[in-house]
């Protein structure tokens, strides 16, 4: 049986709640990889191959704002913007404005699940 990712989008639901920084450092990166990983299988089901390494992730983002209509473009934008978020909360050291970062990932992936949704 597949793995539903959008389980990720809902621990990140929880752990963005918790107060430590890890875990909302965390919930950034896990609601990123429930719409990445979703998108990236709605790519293969339509039959645009994607590959499985690093440089799959700007390749995803990409081909959404290439496909024709607003919700596409709009998950190609949005998930542009979440992976930046996910970059910074992975990488950085220190987060400025950490909770205003948290907060709109949170809405970006929102937004992104809910356009894959639409397009099912």
Known sequence: MMFDWSEYLSLANEMVQRPEEAAK?????RAYYSVFCRARNWL???GIPIGHNNSDHNTVWTAFERLQGK???RI???GKRLRRARNMVDYDNTVDKLSSTVRSAMEHAKTIHTELQHML
Do not use: D, P, T
């Not at 450092?25 to 990166?29: G, N, P, Q, T």
């Open 25 to 29: 450092r965390a919930a950034v990166s």
């Open 71 to 73: 919700s596409a473009k």
């Open 44 to 46: 293969e089901i339509q």
């Open 76 to 78: 190609g934008q949005e």
